[in-house]
Nanobody, 124 residues
Framework: QVQLVESGGGLVQAGTSLRLSCAAS????????MGWFRQAPGKEREFVAA????????YYGDSVKGRFTISKDNAKNTVYLQMNSLKPEDTAVYYC?????????????????WGQGTQVTVSS
């Protein structure tokens, strides 16, 4: 059974940093694309970042470009999201997601594996 478990969320002040981790179990994701999405209360789940299976290609949502970095450690079967210069509008539940394919994707319906989410709250 595939499981994705996020960690690293919390309450932080604006301008600071957090690193989220997503540990996968049940199968190896070394050749699979992974992504991060987020959902704020009353809003749709939105794309944050994605990385290809090899880690050679990355994509970011416009609102996080230049501040967030996605990375992948295939040896640890883990994907990370480094979040810098956090803003109150980054407050959301952050979800890790995995694809069955190597190519990264930005639409949530292209991901079949999902974690339970981790809360990130940024105070002003």
């Amino acid at each position: 059974q595939v499981q994705l478990v996020e960690s690293g969320g919390g309450l932080v002040q604006a301008g600071t940093s957090l690193r989220l981790s997503c540990a996968a179990s049940g199968r190896t994701f070394s050749s699979n694309a992974m992504g991060w999405f987020r959902q704020a209360p009353g809003k749709e789940r939105e794309f944050v970042a994605a990385i290809s299976g090899s880690g050679g290609a990355t994509y970011y949502g416009d609102s996080v470009k230049g501040r967030f970095t996605i990375s992948k450690d295939n040896a640890k079967n883990t994907v990370y999201l480094q979040m810098n210069s956090l803003k109150p509008e980054d407050t959301a539940v952050y979800y890790c997601a995995g694809r069955r394919f190597t190519l990264a994707a930005t639409r949530k319906n292209e991901y079949v594996y999902w974690g339970q989410g981790t809360q990130v709250t940024v105070s002003s």
